[in-house]
């Protein structure tokens, strides 16, 4: 059937410009501008169209010879954005979102050759958090921002013999004692924005692109792209808010993905006080700035921000910094993290309100310490101090995409705004049951807010769609993705300078596990090769050579490095491990491998790698021998 927001007639001057509904019975309607496709409409099927008080989008009877007069047929004219088909096609596969979990499992169920719809949001929406505000960006700022604080450490630059002669007719360029002393290298800012979105604009292009031309074999069908928010009507029902079209659907997955977290008593004028969402964009790149919490995103900003000169004012509302991870990395991190960089921070910190600048005045930010060092205590608290900024970055973490979905009508159960879901992803209700058709990944569950968590949760639930859907699947074949997942054996990165990644169980986590039966090993970086020849750099002590500059590392930072395994004592089994430092994102993969293997220390100490790759990791590994 066809429904759209008004009245289908036959034109003629009695009834131009007629708003009442009238209801007429045609077999066939032929719309131009859809493909030229013909509607084929049952005896009796009412038709609704749109239409305003301009002639030319009226609809005009053609001649057509019919032996039944009843059967008339009809060609819109003008704009067909509004034209809705309640499709009686069911698929077999609807997905609210389209972030890296909606295109993952897309993508997968095509595979599979299944029936797919994606409610999309909007084309802005194409890639999510992780493509638009989230991982992509902020690794492209990453990149940028390191790379030119790299130009401005000419100190360094000479020790390995490369200059530029941009410096020799530079007025603030001094050549003395054999050392290289500038500050030509400049950053555009409007440029590093531009660069940052063309990255986004190329994935959100190319996943946009294989939605329309993707097949996996002649006879799969591509992903149907609905470019509107998704509502469920019931477990097998989903309408289009916008438009209002409904479709027919056997499993649902609800991708909507999250938010950023904004604390009670705080302005936010995405100017001078902002979010996460903003900040990619380089809203509010100021001298003088303040960041509300000292999470991963939190400190990606901060190696941001000082690159481009700005001094940030830290405020925690935990006892430490990165209470996720073990505390000994966590404290090794802050010292050779923030050494050197114009960076003031608070634990211990409870922010009771920000104020956005107004009328050109500072951003005033109101906290207090608590005076014990428990996170949950608050009866010990001093008296509200304020904090003048230029700008803030409040990045409190983010909170679930899951309002106006429906969930309500269907009695779904929601934790804090989290959808709760059982070990293969399907959403529970109110009483506990489960609805087998309905599942939830990413963030919206709250499972593990990383995107390849997303990815991976997408993988497992298209499996279970696949084996339930189709008889010919063995339901009963066990692989990875039929098992329950262990999130504490997803690795997690944060791409600072340098690097952090850790996989598995902490120093205190495992000896609750396992008690008195968890050894530790920690060793550096230093005698890395690798390390050692790209940052291999004695300077003499001459002030003036080795002066601060605002945003800049010391030469020797780039050496420094841990790593920290945890494991079993009796069988040598990994069950943790920490880097920091160079490459981290990269090495901390064999520790992937190892843990979700169950392997042993052994088993990685005596595998042969390359020499320049070999890293301390290594030497920990024999010492657990």
């Known amino acids: 059937m066809m429904v759209c927001?008004?009245?289908?007639?036959?034109?003629?001057?009695?009834?131009?410009?007629?708003?009442?509904?009238?209801?007429?019975?045609?077999?066939?309607?032929i719309l131009n501008k859809i493909k030229k496709d013909v509607i084929k409409l049952e005896k009796d099927n009412i038709i609704l169209c749109q239409h305003n008080r301009k002639r030319d989008n009226y609809i005009k009877q053609q001649k057509r010879k019919e032996k039944n007069a009843n059967n008339f047929t009809f060609m819109l004219k003008?704009?067909?954005?509004?034209?809705?088909?309640?499709?009686?096609?069911?698929?077999?596969?609807?997905?609210?979102?389209?972030?890296?979990?909606?295109?993952?499992?897309?993508?997968?169920?095509?595979?599979?050759?299944?029936?797919?719809?994606?409610?999309?949001?909007?084309?802005?929406?194409?890639?999510?958090?992780?493509?638009?505000?989230?991982?992509?960006?902020?690794?492209?700022?990453?990149?940028?921002?390191?790379?030119?604080?790299?130009l401005k450490n000419l100190d360094k630059l000479y020790y390995y013999g490369i200059h530029s002669n941009i410096f020799q007719n530079n007025k603030n360029t001094e050549i003395e004692n054999n050392q290289l002393v500038s500050n030509s290298f400049q950053i555009n800012i409007t440029k590093l924005k531009e660069y940052t979105q063309s990255v986004i604009d190329k994935l959100r292009n190319g996943i946009s692109h294989g939605f329309k031309t993707l097949k996996f074999n002649k006879n799969s069908e591509h992903v149907q792209v609905i470019y509107e928010h998704g509502q469920l009507l019931d477990k097998n029902t989903i309408k289009s808010k916008k438009s209002g079209n409904t479709y027919k659907v056997k499993n649902i997955i609800i991708a909507t993905g999250s938010v950023p977290n904004i604390p009670n008593n705080v302005e936010i004028d995405d100017k001078s006080v902002f979010t996460s969402d903003m900040a990619v964009k380089l809203v509010g790149l100021k001298n003088y700035m303040s960041i509300i919490g000292m999470g991963i995103i939190g400190l990606e900003f901060v190696d941001i921000y000082t690159a481009l000169g700005s001094e940030i004012t830290f405020l925690e509302y935990s006892s430490e910094l990165l209470p996720i991870i073990d505390n000994d990395v966590a404290k090794y991190f802050e010292r050779v993290f923030l050494k050197n960089k114009p960076v003031n921070y608070h634990l211990n910190t409870e922010v009771k309100y920000i104020k956005a600048s107004k009328n050109n005045n500072p951003v005033i930010i109101g906290y207090s310490h608590r005076t014990g060092n428990d996170d949950n205590e608050k009866k010990n608290m001093t008296d509200v101090k304020e904090l003048y900024v230029d700008s803030c970055l409040v990045a409190t973490g983010r909170k679930p995409n899951t309002q106006n979905l429906g969930l309500e009508k269907l009695k779904i159960q929601m934790n804090r705004g989290y959808v709760s879901v059982n070990d293969n992803l399907q959403v529970k209700m109110e009483n506990n049951e489960i609805y087998d058709n309905i599942f939830c990944i990413g963030d919206a569950n709250g499972k593990q807010m990383l995107a390849h968590t997303a990815s991976y949760q997408a993988l497992k639930v298209i499996d279970f769609i696949e084996k339930k859907e189709k008889k010919n699947v063995n339901i009963n074949v066990e692989n990875n993705l039929s098992k329950p997942i262990l999130y504490k054996n997803i690795p997690s990165v944060c791409y600072t300078n340098p690097e952090l990644a850790f996989i598995g169980l902490t120093e205190k986590e495992a000896k609750v596990l396992y008690p008195d039966n968890v050894g530790v090993e920690i060793s550096y970086y230093k005698s890395n090769s690798k390390i050692l020849c790209e940052n291999n750099i004695s300077l003499n002590n001459n002030k003036k050579n080795n002066s601060y500059n605002k945003g800049q590392y010391n030469i020797n930072d780039n050496t420094n490095g841990m790593v920290k395994i945890i494991y079993k004592e009796d069988t040598k089994e990994i069950l943790g491990m920490f880097i920091v430092g160079n490459y981290a994102?990269?090495?901390?993969?064999?520790?992937?491998?190892?843990?979700?293997?169950?392997?042993?220390?052994?088993?990685?100490?005596?595998?042969?790698?390359?020499?320049?790759?070999?890293?301390?990791?290594y030497y920990a590994l024999y010492n657990i021998y």
């Open 5 to 29: 927001n008004a009245v289908l007639l036959p034109f003629n001057e009695k009834n131009k410009g007629i708003n009442n509904f009238v209801y007429i019975n045609p077999k066939n309607i």
């Open 78 to 150: 003008g704009s067909t954005q509004n034209i809705m088909n309640i499709n009686e096609k069911e698929y077999d596969l609807a997905i609210i979102g389209c972030g890296v979990g909606g295109h993952a499992a897309a993508i997968n169920a095509m595979e599979r050759n299944l029936k797919v719809i994606i409610f999309a949001g909007d084309e802005n929406c194409i890639g999510g958090t992780c493509v638009n505000v989230g991982c992509i960006p902020s690794k492209a700022l990453l990149y940028a921002t390191n790379k030119y604080r790299e």
């Open 585 to 617: 994102s990269v090495l901390i993969h064999e520790a992937v491998l190892a843990i979700n293997l169950k392997l042993s220390a052994f088993d990685l100490a005596y595998m042969v790698h390359k020499k320049k790759k070999k890293v301390n990791k």
